[in-house]
């Protein structure tokens, strides 16, 4: 038996991430977990199908065992969303090693590339390019250009990249022995409009569902009402006018002037975009605003990130899953694993509080649908098991 983990949104799932998960089962892997974002996903936006229905694709397309990153981690900037996702194969104390994406496709040069990445930010150079208001990523990109050679800039510099860099330093830094495994990247690049073949990127995809066009070249059909983030943007405006200036000094990732940006913005706008619009600047990614608005709507703070997991949320699993909560069992499996999100919050007080937020989100989310759900579908929806 030899487990690997992939991390992933699965928003939605495509050809591309069953190519992914062929390629890591050649690689060596008899049983593959996925730890995916539930209800709210990395770009600051919802996903754009139910989870369970997601865990069910992934399933039927070549995972075993598909757990869920908490809405703290989905929301977080690659460092955060790796961090958190990498605890969780950690905790499971039988994963062997973490396959992911890249447009390199070498580990030995994302190795390099993750150790340029911890001295470029612990430079001189790096903050003095922070203080005179470069984004995070361009700060980066420049003292990384600045200490070493451009091979290793160029691997930092694509988005699937970033996030392997991410994936390594985050298991180096808690010193596992979870080994690392690269699938270059086929077909058509992140957040491109682009298709190849049948591979399409899921932005691309995501848009063709919401759109109601077809997509069933790129991606399996998801059989379930999509989510669209603009059915809450009323919602979201309120909210954030709602808040005081010392509110948004609370929200995750909105430090750097970023909150009372945001303040300022959202007494003028009228619709998400021109807030995103009156909020951007050099020094704020527009996928960096999209998770503050998120955040400061949804709730997540700055000390949510310094928690510990309480629990892991298991979303579904097949015979080979159940062999890998066996697994984890066996060796002593840090956290508690279950389907029932109400059997995990009654297991400590810190797993209530964690398990009722995520719930909060989820009713929350339930209310982009065209057709909302009644709260508490958390608890009543049924994981995927096949």
């Known amino acids: 038996m030899k487990t690997a983990a992939v991390i992933c949104e699965y928003n939605p799932f495509h050809y591309g991430h069953k190519f992914q998960l062929e390629q890591t089962r050649a690689l060596g892997a008899t049983h593959i977990v996925s730890v995916m974002s539930g209800d709210f996903t990395q770009r600051g936006d919802a996903a754009v199908c139910d989870k369970f229905v997601r865990a069910k694709t992934a399933l039927e397309n070549g995972a075993d065992l598909v757990l869920e990153l908490p809405v703290r981690y989905s929301l977080c900037a690659a460092e955060g969303f790796a961090r958190g996702a990498v605890g969780i194969i950690s905790a499971l104390g039988c994963v062997d090693m973490l396959s992911f994406g890249s447009e390199s496709g070498d580990v030995a040069a994302l190795r390099e590339a993750a150790g340029a990445v ?8 790096f903050q003095l390019l922070m203080t005179n ?9 420049e003292a990384v250009n600045k200490f070493y050679t ?4 160029e691997t930092i510099s694509s988005p699937n990249n970033t996030l392997a860099v991410e994936y390594i330093k985050a298991l180096d830094d808690i010193g596992s022995a979870i080994e690392p495994v690269t699938v270059q990247r086929e077909g058509a690049q992140h957040d491109s409009a682009d298709t190849a073949g049948k591979f399409a990127s899921a932005s691309a995809i995501r848009k063709l569902i919401l759109s109601g066009e ?3 070249a790129f991606a399996p059909d998801i059989g379930s009402p999509a989510a669209d983030l603009r059915r809450l943007e009323p919602a979201i405006l309120a909210k954030l006018r709602m808040m005081k200036p010392e509110d948004f000094e609370q929200v995750y990732d909105a430090a750097q002037g970023l909150g009372e940006r945001l303040y300022k913005a959202v007494r003028r706008a009228c619709s998400l975009e021109e807030l995103y619009f009156l909020t951007k600047t ?3 990614t527009l996928a960096r605003i999209r998770r503050a608005v998120l955040c400061a709507f949804l709730g997540v703070e700055k000390k949510m990130l310094r928690e510990k997991d309480a629990y892991i949320r298991i979303l579904g699993m097949n015979s080979r899953g159940r062999e890998i909560l066996s697994a984890a069992k066996a060796a002593g499996c840090a956290l508690p694993l279950d389907t029932s999100l109400k059997a995990l919050m009654d297991t ?3 797993a209530h509080r964690q398990g009722a937020f995520q719930s909060r989100c989820r009713d929350i ?20 098991i096949i």
Not at 150 to 153: A, H, M
Not at 366 to 380: H, I, N, Q, Y
Request: aromatic residues 16%; glycine residues 6%.
């Open 118 to 125: 911890e001295y470029a930010v612990h430079s001189d150079f």
């Open 133 to 141: 208001g470069k984004s995070y990523p361009a700060a980066l990109a």
């Open 150 to 153: 451009p091979d290793v800039y």
């Open 214 to 216: 077809g997509y069933s």
């Open 282 to 284: 050099k020094r704020y």
């Open 348 to 350: 400590s007080r810190e």
């Open 365 to 384: 989310w339930a209310l982009a649908l065209e057709k909302p759900l009644p709260c508490g579908s958390d608890f009543t929806a049924k994981p995927a």
